[in-house]
């Protein structure tokens, strides 16, 4: 099945460590270490207190789909998507490698890396 080609990322200083972790096959997100809740998409102040205490880690690459549509009507059909990680985050994403038909709200999925057209592999997500 054609996939669509993901329009390239723009890193950014707060987001730069997270896309050099794409690059290499690690789903990073941040945990803030003065109040323990983890966030994303990456910013250098915790949105929860407010500390820059906030340090990288590794996510298991897991999570459920909380909502998805699919684009049929594109040149070649894709599914984007707010997944849930089991670390407690909801990213936004792309399903791949899936048949559209079979994607349920609350399904398993596991994060695969999708080359970008000219960046940094995206983030995506397959069924576990
Ligand atoms: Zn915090």
Partial sequence: ??????????????????????????????????CGQVHYYP??????????????????????????????RAEVPYAIAYVTLDEGVTMMTNLVDCNFDALRIGQRVKVVFTPTDGGPPAPTFTPA
């Fill in 1 to 34: 099945m054609a996939q669509r080609k993901i329009p390239a990322p723009q890193p950014n200083p707060e987001t730069q460590a997270f896309w050099d972790g794409a690059a290499q096959g690690k789903l990073l997100l941040k945990k803030c270490t003065t």
């Fill in 43 to 72: 910013r250098a102040l915790c949105p929860f207190c407010g500390e820059e205490a906030t340090a990288w880690q590794t996510a298991a690459g897991t999570g459920t789909i909380y909502s998805y549509s699919v684009m049929r």
